[in-house]
């Protein structure tokens, strides 16, 4: 059977509030490699490749845009498109967009909705199951995956299936939310119930189609959003006015609880949505002592514990069970395992405040990456790095001025039009209001220490376009 190309959209707009603080508002959990040696948004594209279907695309936000290139990029995973939300707006028009650039491409294509943060280790029986159900795609019906529950679980959403002759994919009864214990035990008992997994697939026919029906507006604005898009590097820029226009609500309850077609493939396999510590630990191997440790730990009469350090520090633990303890470059956790949902309220609290934990020493961008060291109201010290034949964009500040100091590799910096040629050890400055431009001509890194002294506000931070002119790089 010849089946038609699958086109899968990885949403990555999730905080991974309960994975703090290893994930943070710059660098959430997506990024981070939680189960291998890959972050897990590129284990997501992993699953589904091979002929039948086309390379992953991923919608983001702007924050995270040189995150998602960086990081494929390093995975060597090739990508179909990066879309950029202008905010956020839940997922419906996310897989809006997904639905239209996918016809845009190839109107007889079958859309493949994923979450950025799943764990499935066995890739074959997921790959296998999404061709399967693509078989069932027409112009109407849209398909969701149910996993198999085995514990009467409280933090999924639940599926409840009908009946039909073929067992590979059955109507949709009912979508409930997360029940309590009880309820989630019942669900078990009748056998009719699966996990929600928030994977979805349609042609994109169809879920243009039941946009149209059920949410128009979203269709309007998010089909502007993508008619006006604009292509940025390797970005396509939906238009931010279109976009400003649409109601933030779920997919789920703009169309998949409303539509009349709905039909869920029912999967026995390995799943977790990767949403706390204790998710990590469930899957992890475990020592002698039913640890899992990560990092630069030490452990002493510690039992069913999850240590993670992911910087330099050195970490003991000892006397204790059933802990959450978690070292990262900014702030230390420590939690039992019954209290890590409380994590999500801890993060929101310091996200009111705008705590320095609550954001990422390192910042991917285009040609490198910059790593904050210290900072404070009238300075920054940062290490830059950029790659072979790499330069950063040309810019100016107002009110700050930049110190650059050459670690490793030779660097050429443009001030005001003039270039100067540094070795290791040699230094030099960008007054503010001084064009300037960093560039790494040759086949090594280029390192760089910078310190910045003044207003350190990254609004300050002017890019250098055609003709002469500015705009934020924010």
Not at 75 to 87: A, G, Q, R, S
Not at 199 to 225: H, N
Request: hydrophobic share 35%; with cysteine; glycine share 6%.
């Amino acid at each position: 059977m010849t089946h038609k190309m699958i086109y899968p959209v990885i949403l990555s707009g999730g905080a991974g509030k309960r994975l703090w603080p290893l994930s943070t508002k710059d660098q959430p959990k997506q990024f981070h490699p939680l189960y291998s040696d890959k972050p897990i948004i590129v284990e997501t594209a992993l699953r589904f490749q091979g002929e039948t279907f086309a390379p992953a695309s991923v919608i983001c936000s702007h924050a995270h845009r040189f995150h998602v290139a960086s990081t494929f990029e390093d995975e060597k995973v090739c990508l179909n498109d990066i879309i950029i939300e202008p905010e956020a707006k839940n997922t419906a028009a996310a897989v809006y967009v997904a639905a239209k650039t996918v016809y845009n491409r190839n109107p007889d294509g079958i859309v493949l909705i994923l979450p950025s943060d799943h764990y499935i280790p066995e890739k074959e029986s997921i790959r296998t199951a999404v061709i399967k159900a693509s078989e069932f795609c027409d112009d109407k019906t849209l398909i969701t995956f149910g996993i198999k529950p085995d514990r009467p679980e409280t933090g999924y959403g639940y599926i409840k299936a009908g009946t039909s002759i073929d067992k590979s994919v059955v109507p949709v009864d009912e979508f409930v939310e997360k029940p309590d214990r009880e309820t989630a035990q019942s669900y078990i008992d009748d056998g009719h119930y699966y996990w929600n997994a928030g994977i979805f697939l349609a042609s994109a026919k169809a879920l243009l189609k039941a946009y149209v029906a059920l949410c128009p507006e979203i269709a309007d604005f998010a089909g502007e959003s993508v008619h006006k898009a604009t292509k940025d590097l390797d970005f396509l820029r939906l238009d931010p006015a279109s976009f400003a226009k649409l109601s933030s609500i779920s997919f789920d309850y703009a169309i998949m609880e409303k539509h009349p077609h709905t039909a869920v493939m029912p999967l026995k396999l390995q799943w977790n949505d990767l949403g706390s510590w204790q998710a990590l630990y469930d899957i992890a191997d475990k020592d002698k002592d039913g640890n899992v440790v990560k990092g630069n730990i030490l452990t002493l009469n510690t039992k069913n514990s999850y240590l993670r350090s992911s910087n330099d520090r050195s970490v003991a633990v000892m006397g204790a069970e059933d802990l959450i303890v978690i070292s990262s470059q900014n702030a230390v956790v420590v939690s039992h395992k019954d209290s890590v949902q409380d994590i999500k309220h801890v993060y929101e609290e310091l996200e009111k405040i705008n705590c320095p934990s609550m954001h990422s020493t390192i910042k991917r961008q285009p040609w490198g990456y910059a790593k904050t060291l210290v900072k404070g109201d009238l300075f920054c010290a940062k290490e830059i790095m950029l790659e072979p034949h790499e330069k950063t964009a040309s810019q100016i500040h107002k009110l700050r001025s930049e110190h650059w100091v050459v670690i490793e590799g030779e660097a050429t910096i443009t001030l005001d039009g003039i270039d100067h040629t540094l070795q290791k050890g040699q230094s030099i400055t960008a007054h503010a209001n001084v064009p300037h431009t960093i560039t790494n001509d040759t086949e090594q890194n280029l390192v760089l220490f910078e310190v910045q002294n003044g207003d350190i506000d990254e609004d300050d931070t002017l890019r250098i376009i055609e003709g002469g002119k500015t705009q934020s790089l924010l």
